[in-house]
């Protein structure tokens, strides 16, 4: 398992960028702190074009794969990835961004490394709120180690007195697609509490269909396949409520991606259902307009 996640993903890989990033400091904070600079999120701070971005920038947003990612941020500043930026020299994106060239810079230098989508309780107090970040395996301790590569340095959530670890997020702090819906399903966490973010009132963007949702892109990114948090395909490729099958078939893939002892071909066994395994051509709803769209994949 630790091999599978040492290597590049056909979304990580840096490609001919692999030279651009062989300057950062290969250990887990310098790592971090690159990921970090490389991005701006695209409406955490309020509208960009109050911080000199032009509009047509947003569309930065969409962009997929980590070598077309780099590319960008060269040209924005051709500084080596680990320096300080302006924000007008980051690209504009959201933590799916940040978790992406996390992983391609982890990856790079031998860091076992892999997405996980959820839910983050440091965001807005109160809620939690639609989020993925990634986790490095610690050899020392034998364990997955959930990684914040958002935020700079000695970041405080809102509310809060105490800065949050970045490097080692507490398992509680961040519930995974498949925590959060077993802590749910057990009555212990709120469902209504669970959502995209506070002002969207949309049914499909909270509750049991979105956790449904990032329960699916959980198994996806175990899988590699970091996909942009606006896609759809197979079971997800909806905005109904789950029925009671598609409650059962959740209860049974949260509980075998939260097992302990679960072994990688029993995570990549339950992802070769068809209705589950991202297809060649996914549907997605690209920001700022949300349009249905259809892509092709790499």
Excluded at 2 to 18: C, H, N, R, W
Excluded at 59 to 83: F, G, K, Q
Excluded at 129 to 138: A, F, G, N, Q, R
Aim: charged fraction near 25%; aromatic fraction near 8%.
């Amino acid at each position: 398992m630790i091999e599978f996640y040492s290597s590049q993903s056909k979304v990580t890989d840096p490609g001919e960028l692999a030279a651009w990033i062989g300057g950062v400091p290969g250990d887990l904070d310098g790592v971090r702190r690159a990921a970090a600079h490389l991005v701006f999120h695209y409406w955490a701070h309020g509208d960009i074009t109050e911080h000199g971005f032009p509009s047509e920038r947003r569309a930065e947003i969409n962009l997929r794969y980590a070598d077309v990612m780099l590319r960008r941020a060269r040209e924005l500043n051709p500084t080596p990835p680990s320096a300080e930026r302006a924000p007008t020299e980051r690209l504009v994106g959201c933590c799916r961004d940040n978790t992406v060239l996390f992983l391609a810079l982890a990856r790079h230098n031998g860091i076992p490394a892999r997405g996980r989508v959820g839910f983050a309780d440091y965001l807005v107090p109160g809620l939690f709120i639609d989020h993925m970040i990634p986790e490095v395996w610690d050899a020392a301790e034998g364990r997955w180690r959930l990684v914040e590569p958002e935020f700079p340095d000695g970041h405080t959530p809102p509310g809060e007195d105490a800065p949050l670890d970045l490097t080692d997020v507490p398992r509680h702090r961040f519930l995974t697609g498949s925590e959060a819906w077993e802590l749910c399903r057990a009555g212990k966490v709120d469902p209504e509490r669970v959502l995209v973010g506070p002002g969207i009132d949309l049914p499909f963007l909270k509750s049991w269909p979105y956790l449904v949702h990032n329960l699916v892109f959980d198994l996806a990114a175990l899988n590699k396949d970091e996909m942009l948090l606006w896609d759809g395909w197979g079971v997800i490729d909806t905005r109904d409520a789950p029925d009671e099958p598609m409650f059962e078939r959740m209860d049974a893939l949260a509980a075998l991606i939260n097992d302990p002892e679960v072994t990688l071909d029993r995570v990549q066994a339950a992802y070769a259902d068809e209705d589950l395994r991202v297809p060649p051509v996914v549907s997605s709803h690209p920001p700022p307009d949300n349009e249905r769209i259809r892509v092709e994949l790499r």
